[in-house]
């Protein structure tokens, strides 16, 4: 018996070498290509929205603005009073109003800012633009420097990414242990922010006895030790300068052989803390990591060179997070958590197992079914299903795309709807059967009476799923990627693929007579 | 093998009168539900925070409560079994949004000495993200069905879309309130389901409306009714066996899919059985009631076939320059 090929039959062995090829590397878990990405509910990880208090960002630019302000005074000698600020705006006086040429010309350099000059008072606002571009940077630079700092922290391909306007998705597979997810979560939060700011010694005598309020008058505020909370340091609001000019940062050891940070500036950095050194010895200096006093050592003589030291009771480890934070740059503005899902690995574990039971069970159970009702006609319905599961498969790891549970349950789902066309084409030929048409004719017309009923539902489902790709978040997006990909896959394996097998077969299928073993039904 | 022969036409039209109270009556029941003991909505739309704990041998519940009592980030925590009695979750209404400061850490220190456990889970959904995702969810929801709408309003007829759209309401209601009934916690995957409740029912619709579409367009028979009655006898085999094979599949996935997936699994077991009963009640006694008329119809297809005759010609004549 000859058996005809034709292009749908050359069209399906294409898809279903191309699902072969594509599906092994994720089936055998081989070590060369591209397999698919188990989703964070199957594999265990670490899932984080984080939103960011961009309002802080803008203090922050605010309260820099104002220290260089100072630094500028301090180098050209020009002498201001009462520099204050608030969260938006800074406002000081000028004692010589001859240097209100030289103010303003350092002033109208500063981007975003609008200066308004009455007499000896001058005030400085951000505008609204600058405002917004500075919470907008605050985002991207947090997420910037998440980034960076995971990237060193050795864990295989973290996401950081932005969701939405203002928040941020930190995505972290095959965090495996508790200690790891706090070190992890720790290192994305830490503000990393380095001042290096003056002790007020003419008042610091007496920091025990005042209040908050009082510090404030005098321009300064109370910072506690790091290591012991009760002792305190009186210190000048504006620092000398800040992280922004630190170039490197790494891990030392002192004579007594713990671990120190390293830092060193650049060269604008090392030239105002150069400055400040040389006019202020005999004076103390507090090195301030995010708003705690680390050490508060005597200036001895004019440091040039622009490098320091930040010593405090940590491990190596601690040392070396920290270190990396301070390289990869201070987060502008602090971070909060919106949403957090963590997963151990053993649930994840669990789910895989759950669900391929589901799914295998489920799959056998359909295949059984189908050879029963339909005899050959089922089993050239599960051949298009076997390879539709593969093309799904294939197309998933090609992508690179993740597989979740409700992925998982969408691939389920997607079993029944390409069996649900192959049950709709079968019924159609067997009632052409019926009628007493030639097996050509009810093959052919079954196919086309089947169509526009099989198009017009799979097109809306896809439909549904699109809206859900759109609407949905994480392991829903995932469980819409499934469905779509699984529908497109079936028609080309239970429409296309089955209707070129009885293509092929037909004229066999006229020769034996026995619509009992090809269609299951009698006559 | 066959279930149904073709041989005979079943009057499903005559016992539609019958299956619309019914359908009245448990979508009007779940209303009532869903207002008086109310959806439970679950941390991803409500907000708040869910750790997930297991032992090496069956969880002391009690214990755990003594022990989390004094903490007062485990304020009005509620502490159940989750799947196995070696399994519990806790459950709060509050999150908290320091990065540093873990839920998981903190009951882990707490637990400490009551056994041999690990925390397997922990979700933490802040109050604007849960009220996000919820509005998202109300939005998709609604898209998908406009959507769906506006194809079937395409390929049919208004009518047709109407009707399928009142069966899908009809479906996602009683789902709904089968949710409510048994108490289950809303979440995203329910959504999803409900979702996914939607595509399979309207498929199932849409296969009966395909063919008396073609009942009506090919048939001489101009009695709405019997074309009705006859496409879904016509399809019955398929709709039971789908029916049937899904119902298989996704009763597998409720068995075995573990607790996680219980939720999504519950929710379309419901959603099939409701889905394959309004295709043939619900979806096509409402094309019937709509009075959808025949030979209007008829008569509007003429006329199109008559447009589209007298463009070609006007076409052709074009074409070969006559005109």
Excluded: C
Aim: hydrophobic share 50%; aromatic share 8%.
């Amino acid at each position: 018996m000859r058996m005809k090929l034709n292009y749908r039959i050359v069209i399906f062995a294409l898809a279903i070498v191309f699902g072969v090829f594509f599906s092994v590397p994720s089936l055998m878990q081989t070590e060369n290509g591209k397999k698919v990405t188990l989703g964070l509910d199957l594999q265990g990880g670490l899932h984080m929205l984080l939103g960011v208090k961009t309002e802080e960002a803008v203090k922050s630019r605010v309260k820099s603005i104002a220290a260089s302000i100072k630094h500028f005074s301090e180098r050209k000698d020009i002498l201001i009073d009462s520099l204050k600020f608030t969260d938006e705006a800074i406002s000081f006086t000028l004692l010589d109003t001859d240097d209100t040429k030289a103010m303003n010309a350092f002033l109208s350099e500063i981007e975003g800012a609008k200066i308004v000059i009455d007499a000896e008072n001058i005030s400085l606002t951000l505008t609204d633009e600058e405002i917004v571009r500075t919470q907008k940077q605050a985002i991207s630079q947090a997420i910037e420097t998440i980034r960076n700092r995971l990237d060193q922290f050795g864990l295989a391909e973290p996401v950081v990414a932005r969701q939405g306007e203002e928040k941020i998705l930190v995505q972290l597979a095959g965090i495996k242990t508790q200690e790891e997810e706090q070190r992890a979560r720790e290192l994305i939060s830490r503000a990393a922010k380095l001042e290096l700011m003056a002790v007020d010694e003419d008042r610091a005598a007496r920091v025990d006895t005042m209040s908050a309020e009082d510090a404030a008058a005098y321009g300064d505020v109370i910072l506690n030790d790091v290591a012991n909370p009760d002792r305190k340091y009186l210190v000048r609001e504006i620092p000398i300068l800040d992280g922004s000019m630190l170039t490197d940062a790494h891990v030392g050891f002192d004579q007594n052989n713990r671990p120190l940070i390293n830092f060193s500036l650049n060269s604008e950095g090392a030239e105002i803390f150069g400055d400040f050194t040389g006019k202020s010895v005999g004076k103390r200096l507090a090195v301030v990591l995010d708003g705690k006093v680390y050490s508060a050592p005597n200036i001895n003589e004019r440091i040039g060179g622009g490098s320091g030291q930040i010593s405090g009771d940590y491990t190596v480890l601690e040392a070396k997070d920290l270190a990396i934070a301070l390289r990869s740059g201070s987060i502008l503005a602090p971070i909060y958590l919106m949403e957090k899902r963590s997963v151990g690995p053993s649930l994840g574990a669990d789910s895989i197992k759950a669900s391929m039971i589901a799914l295998i069970g489920g799959f056998i159970l359909v295949i059984i079914f189908m050879v029963v009702y339909y005899r050959l006609a089922g089993i050239i319905a599960n051949i298009a299903l076997i390879a539709n599961l593969l093309i799904i498969l294939a197309i998933m790891s090609l992508f690179g795309a993740t597989l979740t549970l409700p992925g998982m349950a969408g691939i389920v789902l997607t079993v029944g709807m390409a069996v649900d066309a192959n049950v709709i084409i079968s019924e159609r030929i067997r009632e052409l059967i019926y009628q007493g048409v030639s097996i050509h004719k009810a093959i052919e017309d079954g196919y086309s009476n089947a169509m526009r009923a099989i198009l017009d539902a799979n097109i809306t489902t896809l439909i549904a799923a699109v809206v859900l790709y759109a609407y949905g978040t994480g392991a829903i997006k995932g469980f819409a990627i499934t469905i779509s990909i699984g529908i497109l896959a079936s028609m080309l394996t239970a429409i296309l693929g089955t209707h070129g097998i009885y293509e092929m077969l037909e004229k066999k299928i006229q020769k034996s007579k026995n619509n009992r073993l090809w269609f299951g039904i009698k006559g | 093998m066959e279930f149904f022969k073709y041989t005979k036409t079943f009057n499903f039209m005559g016992k539609s009168k019958f299956a619309m109270f019914l359908s009245v009556v448990l979508v009007l029941a779940s209303y009532a539900l869903l207002m008086t003991k109310g959806l439970n909505y679950g941390v991803d739309f409500a907000g708040g925070t869910i750790v997930q704990v297991k032992y090496d041998t069956t969880a002391p519940i009690d214990e755990m409560r003594d022990r989390l009592k004094g903490n007062e980030l485990f304020n009005n925590a509620s502490i159940t079994e989750f799947g196995s009695p070696d399994e519990v979750v806790i459950r709060m209404k509050s999150t908290t949004g320091n990065v540093t400061v873990d839920i998981g850490d903190v009951t882990r220190e707490a637990l400490k000495g009551s056994g041999n456990f690990e925390i397997r889970r922990v979700d933490i959904v802040g109050p604007k993200v849960g009220s996000e995702l919820k509005e998202k969810g109300i939005t998709s929801l609604i898209l998908a069905i406009l959507g769906i709408l506006i194809y079937v309003a395409f390929r049919f007829e208004w009518r047709f879309a109407v009707a399928s759209i009142v069966a899908l309401v009809h479906d996602v209601s009683l789902a709904l309130g089968a949710i409510t009934l048994v108490g289950l916690d809303v979440n995203l995957d329910v959504l999803a389901a409900l979702l996914t409740i939607l595509g399979y029912s309207l498929n199932d619709t849409i296969i009966v409306f395909d063919r008396i579409r073609e009942g009506v367009t090919k048939g001489r028979n101009s009695e709405l009714s019997d074309i009705i009655d006859e496409s879904i006898t016509r399809t019955l085999a398929r709709t039971t066996l789908t029916s049937l094979t899904t119902f298989f599949v996704v009763f597998t996935l409720f068995i075995f899919g573990g607790e996680i997936i219980h939720a999504f699994a519950f929710t379309l077991l419901v959603g099939v059985v409701v889905g394959t009963y309004s295709s043939i009640f619900v979806a096509s006694p409402i094309l019937l009631a709509f009075g959808f008329d025949v030979k209007n119809y008829h008569v509007k297809l003429a006329a199109k076939a008559k447009r589209e005759a007298e463009k070609d010609r006007m076409r052709a004549q074009f074409e070969s320059g006559v005109m």
